[in-house]
């Protein structure tokens, strides 16, 4: 029954790939000698690979859940003891488990995009295939000759390896798929651009048709991006939640430049231009997908040579070169048939603040991707490692975000063509006032820091030394977001307060009822404000809590406390455990008001070690005193201290270490309104490293104020796209409008 | 001069000082301290001879150096290149990631004793998402041939 599984994934991969080279062929023949039941044949082939994929990936779970450790990727990322959730999430462990992913999702994807234009888009339909299925081929490909995930070893493994304990982590089991979900969707609004361009139908139907494919990979991309922060700030215990690591910059490049395209079709929309720009937004982004996913998947991040050896690492790297350059040439060959219908009237306009917009997006995402491939040229052409510090990221960054977030409040105030005074003091002056006044309280707010800031700034640029210049600036930035933030809240209560008004001039309804069907009339546009709204929070959070983080670090015996901020932390008591698949040294500590004493909560982290599973006596051992846990044995915590000592014992005898160690946060959160200047923040603690002889810790503590904006920013980001993403009449309308016109036109 | 080349210069202007801007920022970005830095390997950094000033180093844990003390925040340890190794001791926080085979960085100098003294230890395995592969695919399992026994460490120092 279990080689059974086997083969039948391992075979199913193989014919997958056989589908998906007929679909190409099939779909391009199809296309070039319009013989529509060739499509459907190549639209049956998609299926059908998209089928055998997921089969295959059932078929690698039941390896797992069956712990069948001939199978290489079982052994190397799951063990007996893994918890059922990790087994499954063990899938994309793997380097061979997440392109299967991959693979899925995409093959999934495009059988909902064969679905959904069965009597539609019937001119475009067999490039998109194609595109589709070469993508498809591609990845089996990998998955058949380089990769495989069946490949299996009669080695004698009595146990598995198990998956890096970091990863053992809620948010880690929905962060990766998530994100691949943005990756992937990114193929399907290509795939129409492309056949667009080879058509030569490069009106407003491919993007109008695949609006909401775009709308969807963006805000699982967004929200992917979101997990991964989160993931990292609860579990990799450094107290933040960015350090510009290149696999965090994979996935934020290809959202920036998602979210330049879904402003810039706007104007192709309305005014017929940037029809370049657009298609070279959408290849753009849809190569940045595949790059993020050959970032994070070729090993070239740690060493250009292990990339090299790592045996997918140079395929991927062709075929992102034949992408980006099909592409660009495509892109070429077709500039005549992408003639601009419209033109710029005005600095003042809508367009232009999209098309500024489009540009600081644009830029922010090629200098991310300077800054994060440069370690990698650099060590590829001069062979010197190189590191690019966090500090240049932002350094760089931190200026452009906030003329980003400025241009968010700006655009929705200025009316499309040409803005009149008239309209500019009408339309600004409330959010102005209100901006000016958030300013006044932002800088009473952060007066520490800006009047150090102003005081110095002076001297610095008399001085004519740069950085010291860029330090000062620092100090402005917190109270600049704040306002800009609060600016940008103003326009958008406005825009819905105007919306409300003449919406119940003209109809009788409730406030309620008025606000939910202008929103739905209009879901793009108020969708899309909602989504401002988060981007505010998201860099008042962000500002903030790298502006104010304090740090402490103290030994503690058990009944000691510590200071920090308005906190006192007093460690109550450690306690031994094994659980699950490690052992547990969990802290217990009391957080109290420093000022009046009151008792604010408790709350515990721990440090943990998951022995190696491989080594028969530690295991044994191991498996023993778990069962005495289990059993409610008195000898129990006897038990644990004497796994310590055999693990301490075990690595002077076999002279390396026998223990993986992982180190759980405590996070105390301040949720509520009325915690006045505690407001949104968190008291972080890690447990450095513990005695649990005599119980002695050393701790470190974080307390990071208004982080909590930047999560409840992202739930915001979330609700707002979803509002964008629902079904839209209107938008469904313009849909069928612009078909009507393409088929008119080409008949 | 007519209104719509005006215009179009507009642009132009706004669009290049954009792009401008960013460039400035990189180049001053990559100028200062704790932005761009290099790395040397263990044989450059041993070549070097240097002893007084602080210098990153980048390479590997030898398997079974880990040398832990009960402070738990002191740790020897070995570190190779392939070719050279140096012992590193380190005072501060040990990362989780720091384990036999992980890719370190140290910054510090060279102490009296032939030993690197490190203020910094950076770990890290290839990928967050991934355990580095030398960890867990099963043919690379077994130790390699770097075993601390196998190399005389103080003949390797300058």
């Given at each position: 029954?279990?080689?059974?599984?086997?083969?039948?994934?391992?075979?199913?991969?193989?014919?997958?790939?056989?589908?998906?080279?007929?679909?190409?062929?099939?779909?391009?023949?199809?296309?070039?000698?319009?013989?529509?039941?060739?499509?459907?044949?190549?639209?049956?082939?998609?299926?059908?690979?998209?089928?055998?994929?997921?089969?295959?990936?059932?078929?690698?779970?039941?390896?797992?859940?069956?712990?069948?450790?001939?199978?290489?990727?079982?052994?190397?990322?799951?063990?007996?003891?893994?918890?059922?959730?990790?087994?499954?999430?063990?899938?994309?462990?793997?380097?061979?488990?997440?392109?299967?992913?991959?693979?899925?999702?995409?093959?999934?994807?495009?059988?909902?995009?064969?679905?959904?234009?069965?009597?539609?888009?019937?001119?475009?339909?067999?490039?998109?295939?194609?595109?589709?299925?070469?993508?498809?081929?591609?990845?089996?490909?990998?998955?058949?000759?380089?990769?495989?995930?069946?490949?299996?070893?009669?080695?004698?493994?009595?146990?598995?390896?198990?998956?890096?304990?970091?990863?053992?982590?809620?948010?880690?089991?929905?962060?990766?798929?998530?994100?691949?979900?943005?990756?992937?969707?990114?193929?399907?609004?290509?795939?129409?651009?492309?056949?667009?361009?080879?058509?030569?139908?490069?009106?407003?139907?491919?993007?109008?048709?695949?609006?909401?494919?775009?709308?969807?990979?963006?805000?699982?991309?967004?929200?992917?991006?979101?997990?991964?922060?989160?993931?990292?700030?609860?579990?990799?215990?450094?107290?933040?939640?960015?350090?510009?690591?290149?696999?965090?910059?994979?996935?934020?490049?290809?959202?920036?430049?998602?979210?330049?395209?879904?402003?810039?079709?706007?104007?192709?929309?309305?005014?017929?231009?940037?029809?370049?720009?657009?298609?070279?937004?959408?290849?753009?982004?849809?190569?940045?997908?595949?790059?993020?996913?050959?970032?994070?998947?070729?090993?070239?991040?740690?060493?250009?040579?292990?990339?090299?050896?790592?045996?997918?690492?140079?395929?991927?790297?062709?075929?992102?070169?034949?992408?980006?350059?099909?592409?660009?040439?495509?892109?070429?060959?077709?500039?005549?048939?992408?003639?601009?219908?419209?033109?710029?009237?005005?600095?003042?306009?809508?367009?232009?603040?999209?098309?500024?917009?489009?540009?600081?997006?644009?830029?922010?995402?090629?200098?991310?991707?300077?800054?994060?491939?440069?370690?990698?040229?650099?060590?590829?052409?001069?062979?010197?490692?190189?590191?690019?510090?966090?500090?240049?990221?932002?350094?760089?960054?931190?200026?452009?975000?906030?003329?980003?977030?400025?241009?968010?409040?700006?655009?929705?105030?200025?009316?499309?063509?040409?803005?009149?005074?008239?309209?500019?003091?009408?339309?600004?002056?409330?959010?102005?006032?209100?901006?000016?006044?958030?300013?006044?309280?932002?800088?009473?707010?952060?007066?520490?820091?800006?009047?150090?800031?102003?005081?110095?700034?002076?001297?610095?640029?008399?001085?004519?030394?740069?950085?010291?210049?860029?330090?000062?600036?620092?100090?402005?930035?917190?109270?600049?977001?704040?306002?800009?933030?609060?600016?940008?809240?103003?326009?958008?209560?406005?825009?819905?307060?105007?919306?409300?008004?003449?919406?119940?001039?003209?109809?009788?309804?409730?406030?309620?009822?008025?606000?939910?069907?202008?929103?739905?009339?209009?879901?793009?546009?108020?969708?899309?404000?909602?989504?401002?709204?988060?981007?505010?929070?998201?860099?008042?959070?962000?500002?903030?809590?790298?502006?104010?983080?304090?740090?402490?670090?103290?030994?503690?015996?058990?009944?000691?406390?510590?200071?920090?901020?308005?906190?006192?932390?007093?460690?109550?008591?450690?306690?031994?455990?094994?659980?699950?698949?490690?052992?547990?040294?969990?802290?217990?500590?009391?957080?109290?008001?420093?000022?009046?004493?009151?008792?604010?909560?408790?709350?515990?982290?721990?440090?943990?070690?998951?022995?190696?599973?491989?080594?028969?006596?530690?295991?044994?051992?191991?498996?023993?005193?778990?069962?005495?846990?289990?059993?409610?044995?008195?000898?129990?915590?006897?038990?644990?201290?004497?796994?310590?000592?055999?693990?301490?014992?075990?690595?002077?005898?076999?002279r390396?270490?026998?223990?993986?160690?992982?180190?759980?946060?405590?996070?105390?959160?301040?949720?509520?309104?009325?915690?006045?200047?505690?407001?949104?923040?968190?008291?972080?603690?890690?447990?450095?490293?513990?005695?649990?002889?005599?119980?002695?810790?050393?701790?470190?503590?974080?307390?990071?104020?208004?982080?909590?904006?930047?999560?409840?920013?992202?739930?915001?980001?979330?609700?707002?796209?979803?509002?964008?993403?629902?079904?839209?009449?209107?938008?469904?309308?313009?849909?069928?409008?612009?078909?009507?016109?393409?088929?008119?036109?080409?008949? | 001069?007519?209104?719509?080349?005006?215009?179009?210069?507009?642009?132009?202007?706004?669009?290049?000082?954009?792009?401008?801007?960013?460039?400035?920022?990189?180049?001053?970005?990559?100028?200062?301290?704790?932005?761009?830095?290099?790395?040397?390997?263990v044989t450059?950094y041993l070549?070097?001879?240097?002893?007084?000033?602080?210098?990153?180093?980048?390479g590997k844990v030898v398997e079974g150096s880990i040398e832990?003390?009960?402070?738990?925040?002191?740790?020897r340890f070995t570190m190779t290149d392939g070719v050279s190794v140096m012992t590193v001791s380190?005072?501060?926080?040990?990362?989780?990631?720091?384990?036999?085979?992980?890719?370190?960085?140290?910054?510090?100098?060279m102490s009296?004793q032939n030993e690197f003294?490190?203020?910094?230890?950076?770990?890290?395995?290839?990928?967050?998402?991934?355990?580095?592969?030398?960890?867990?695919?099963?043919?690379?399992?077994?130790?390699?041939v770097l075993a601390p026994e196998a190399v005389d460490v103080s003949q390797l120092q300058p």
């Amino acid at each position: 029954m279990r080689d059974l599984t086997i083969y039948l994934g391992h075979y199913g991969l193989a014919f997958a790939l056989v589908s998906t080279i007929w679909a190409t062929i099939a779909s391009v023949l199809s296309a070039s000698t319009s013989r529509p039941a060739l499509q459907r044949s190549a639209e049956r082939a998609l299926i059908a690979a998209a089928s055998l994929c997921t089969v295959a990936a059932f078929c690698l779970i039941a390896g797992y859940l069956a712990n069948d450790f001939r199978l290489d990727v079982v052994y190397g990322y799951s063990n007996t003891s893994q918890a059922l959730p990790y087994k499954i999430g063990a899938l994309w462990g793997s380097q061979a488990g997440s392109l299967l992913l991959w693979v899925v999702i995409l093959g999934v994807m495009g059988w909902v995009m064969v679905a959904t234009n069965r009597h539609r888009n019937r001119a475009l339909m067999p490039w998109a295939t194609a595109v589709v299925a070469v993508i498809m081929a591609f990845f089996l490909y990998l998955l058949n000759f380089i990769e495989p995930p069946f490949a299996m070893s009669d080695a004698f493994r009595p146990d598995g390896v198990g998956l890096n304990p970091q990863l053992k982590n809620y948010w880690m089991m929905i962060h990766p798929p998530t994100l691949y979900m943005g990756y992937v969707a990114f193929t399907i609004p290509f795939a129409f651009g492309v056949a667009a361009l080879i058509t030569r139908r490069t009106g407003d139907l491919w993007f109008r048709t695949t609006r909401r494919w775009t709308l969807m990979a963006w805000f699982f991309l967004g929200t992917g991006v979101l997990l991964g922060s989160y993931w990292a700030y609860i579990e990799l215990g450094w107290g933040g939640y960015w350090a510009w690591d290149p696999v965090e910059n994979a996935s934020l490049m290809p959202w920036l430049t998602g979210t330049a395209f879904l402003h810039s079709v706007m104007i192709q929309e309305k005014k017929g231009m940037l029809k370049v720009w657009n298609v070279l937004l959408v290849m753009l982004t849809f190569c940045l997908s595949i790059f993020g996913t050959f970032l994070t998947r070729s090993g070239i991040i740690s060493s250009v040579h292990s990339f090299t050896t790592s045996g997918i690492g140079p395929a991927f790297g062709w075929f992102l070169i034949l992408l980006f350059v099909g592409s660009l040439v495509l892109l070429i060959v077709r500039l005549p048939d992408l003639r601009s219908e419209g033109r710029l009237e005005s600095v003042m306009s809508r367009e232009s603040t999209f098309l500024f917009n489009n540009l600081v997006l644009v830029g922010i995402a090629v200098t991310v991707l300077l800054l994060t491939t440069f370690p990698m040229i650099s060590e590829a052409v001069t062979g010197r490692k190189v590191t690019m510090g966090p500090p240049i990221f932002n350094l760089v960054n931190i200026p452009w975000a906030l003329a980003l977030l400025t241009l968010t409040g700006i655009g929705p105030l200025i009316a499309w063509r040409k803005t009149s005074r008239g309209n500019l003091s009408r339309n600004f002056r409330w959010p102005v006032i209100i901006g000016m006044l958030g300013l006044a309280f932002s800088v009473i707010v952060e007066r520490a820091a800006f009047g150090r800031a102003a005081r110095e700034i002076g001297g610095a640029i008399a001085s004519a030394d740069v950085y010291l210049v860029f330090d000062e600036l620092k100090g402005f930035y917190p109270a600049l977001t704040y306002a800009i933030g609060i600016f940008v809240v103003a326009t958008v209560v406005q825009e819905y307060l105007r919306g409300l008004r003449v919406r119940r001039k003209r109809y009788d309804e409730t406030p309620w009822t008025a606000l939910r069907a202008m929103i739905m009339a209009n879901q793009r546009r108020y969708g899309g404000y909602i989504v401002h709204v988060g981007m505010v929070l998201v860099f008042i959070g962000i500002a903030a809590s790298s502006a104010h983080q304090q740090e402490i670090r103290r030994e503690l015996e058990i009944g000691e406390a510590l200071a920090i901020e308005d906190y006192l932390m007093r460690y109550d008591s450690l306690h031994l455990e094994v659980v699950d698949d490690h052992i547990g040294a969990v802290a217990e500590v009391t957080l109290f008001d420093r000022n009046d004493g009151t008792l604010i909560g408790s709350l515990h982290s721990s440090q943990r070690f998951h022995p190696n599973m491989q080594i028969p006596e530690l295991r044994e051992a191991f498996l023993t005193v778990r069962a005495l846990g289990e059993a409610g044995s008195d000898r129990y915590q006897e038990g644990v201290h004497a796994l310590y000592s055999l693990i301490a014992e075990l690595e002077q005898r076999v002279r390396r270490e026998v223990k993986t160690p992982s180190t759980e946060v405590g996070i105390y959160r301040t949720l509520s309104p009325l915690a006045g200047t505690r407001i949104a923040e968190d008291f972080y603690v890690i447990p450095l490293w513990v005695d649990p002889g005599s119980g002695r810790a050393s701790f470190r503590v974080f307390v990071n104020p208004l982080v909590n904006f930047l999560w409840l920013g992202g739930l915001v980001f979330i609700l707002g796209a979803i509002v964008t993403v629902l079904p839209d009449a209107r938008e469904k309308k313009r849909l069928e409008a612009a078909m009507e016109l393409e088929d008119r036109a080409v008949a | 001069m007519t209104v719509m080349e005006m215009r179009k210069i507009k642009f132009v202007v706004i669009g290049a000082g954009v792009f401008l801007s960013l460039a400035f920022l990189i180049m001053v970005g990559m100028n200062r301290p704790g932005g761009m830095a290099y790395y040397m390997t263990v044989t450059e950094y041993l070549a070097e001879g240097a002893t007084e000033s602080d210098f990153r180093v980048n390479g590997k844990v030898v398997e079974g150096s880990i040398e832990r003390f009960t402070s738990g925040q002191d740790v020897r340890f070995t570190m190779t290149d392939g070719v050279s190794v140096m012992t590193v001791s380190y005072h501060g926080i040990i990362p989780d990631t720091f384990v036999d085979r992980a890719d370190v960085v140290v910054q510090g100098s060279m102490s009296d004793q032939n030993e690197f003294d490190a203020h910094k230890l950076l770990a890290k395995c290839p990928s967050k998402y991934e355990v580095s592969d030398e960890y867990t695919t099963p043919e690379d399992y077994e130790p390699e041939v770097l075993a601390p026994e196998a190399v005389d460490v103080s003949q390797l120092q300058p």
